[in-house]
């Protein structure tokens, strides 16, 4: 812009600056300032340029620019038709009115229920007594059948078995009764017993511990006379009984003591 003005000032300054040379030689003269001053057209008319452009070609650019977009944009699309209504399912409908139908009926049936219950109770008939139970059956003497279980085997010989059957009981009186019953002779004697080391001393340890309370004579010496030949041949180094040998002859020994304190003169003489 600063260029095309400057040539129009200077196409239309050629024309005058002709007139004032012949102004000149025609004895007219000019201050060379206030040519200069009058000659300065460029500050102002840059100055209405601008005012021009920024006033009238700007804001009329931008309207056109303006309209042309707003052709050039094509218009927004049209909202979507709201949808439709869902129509109710005549069946689903049928079913449910069929299900609230039968609730209600249920509850209608519970509700008398719960009257004719109440009712009931409050007219109750007395039950007849409830008939005592049958007394018990006398059960079987398990220690009485155990005995003789220990006749038919001790008739047989079979003294492992019988005296087995005795100590497993881990009662002490059935433990003097297969003693009273054996000959120990035939049990203890010979060149080995016929019992096994575990057997002998489980029979020592019961035996021992029927002592302080035995108080007739005779099952006291059945008692001592087991217990003396036991100890003649008990092994206490057999591996199937040597850990808990100790502890049953400790409580042999406590028990000996305890029937010697009661006074008994049977334990008077040397075992």
Known sequence: MNKVVQESLASFGRPLQSSMDKLGK???????????????????????????VRNVFIPAMESITAQILQKATPPP????????????DKQLLAAIENLTQTISSMNSRMEAMANEIKSLKSHSVPHPPVP????????VNQLE????????LLQQNQFQAAFTKAVSTSNTDMAVY?????NINAVLGGSAPQLSQPILLCLMQQLGAALPTTESP???TIELEWLQEIA????PTDPNIQRHVP???????????QKIAQGNPQLRRPL
């Open 232 to 235: 003649l041949v008990l092994n």
């Open 247 to 257: 502890q049953v002859l400790q409580q042999l020994v406590g028990c000996l003591n």
């Open 178 to 182: 297969v003693c009273s019953r054996a």
């Open 145 to 152: 059948a155990v005995r003789n279980e220990i006749n038919v």
């Open 26 to 52: 025609q004895g007219v003269r000019v201050d060379p300032k206030d040519l200069q001053a009058a000659m300065d057209l460029e500050t102002p008319i840059k100055a209405a340029l601008a005012d021009t």
């Open 218 to 220: 005779e099952f006291l």
């Open 77 to 88: 699309p049209p909202p979507p038709p709201p949808p439709p209504a869902p129509v109710p």
């Open 132 to 139: 005592p139970p049958p007394p018990p059956v006398a059960p």
